[in-house]
């Protein structure tokens, strides 16, 4: 059983920071890339940020300047370092790996519960 715990969200002025973690625990072989997700009421989830094993990342291009994704090695956990929150960032945000549990098994996405994050005006 894989399980991704999120942590770090709350309630924040406009212009405020936050900082959200998210820890993979479980039987995990390998994780390719994780990243973060939001969604907002009414909204569709969208990708915010992602880094790869090897370091890649990519941002979501209302975020990008203001937030920074990052991990202290191949695996666990991941970090989302927010700045300059704005209220649209007013969302729950979702921690997302892209794991394999064995070697033989294919790839497989895996979703943490959700940490809300309120911004305020």
């Known amino acids: 059983q894989v399980q991704l715990v999120e942590s770090g969200g709350g309630l924040v002025q406009a212009g405020g920071s936050l900082r959200l973690s998210c820890a993979a625990s479980?039987?995990?072989?390998?994780?390719?890339?994780m990243g973060w997700y939001r969604q907002a009421p009414g909204k569709q989830r969208e990708l915010v940020a992602t880094?790869?094993?090897?370091?890649?990342?990519n941002y979501a291009d209302s975020v990008k300047g203001r937030f920074t994704i990052s991990r202290d090695n191949a695996k666990n956990p991941v970090y989302l370092q927010m700045n300059n929150l704005k209220p649209e960032d007013t969302a729950v945000y979702y921690c997302?790996?892209?794991?394999?549990?064995?070697?033989?098994?294919?790839?497989?996405?895996?979703w943490g519960q959700g940490t809300q994050v309120t911004v305020s005006s």
């Open positions: 880094i790869t094993s090897g370091g890649s990342t």
């Open positions: 997302n790996a892209a794991l394999r549990r064995v070697p033989w098994e294919n790839q497989s996405d895996y």
């Open positions: 479980g039987r995990i072989f390998s994780i390719n890339a």
